[in-house]
């Protein structure tokens, strides 16, 4: 069998996507945190989001929320 071709450092496809949904949810993050009013909020959760995401930046466990994959959908009774 051929050697690969990529660089080992090169991501997986699953791996991209979730990097890309990372990035995302950091951008959707920082507009909501534009629209705070306060200054000094808008800075403290500013601060808060990056040193989170740093703090994460080498985490490889996906945890799942289920609330956080989709709605709720209401049961009939």
Known sequence: ?????L???TLTLKQFMRRQQV???YRRILQAIRK????SDRRYLKDWAREE???N???T???RPRSW???RLKRKT
Not at 1 to 5: E, F, G, K
């Open 69 to 71: 994959l989709r709605p």
């Open 53 to 55: 995401f740093k703090r």
């Open 7 to 9: 660089p080992p450092a």
């Open 23 to 25: 990035l995302l949810l």
């Open 1 to 5: 069998m051929a050697a690969s071709r």
């Open 61 to 63: 466990e996906e945890v």
């Open 36 to 39: 705070v009013p306060n200054d």
């Open 57 to 59: 930046k080498n985490t």
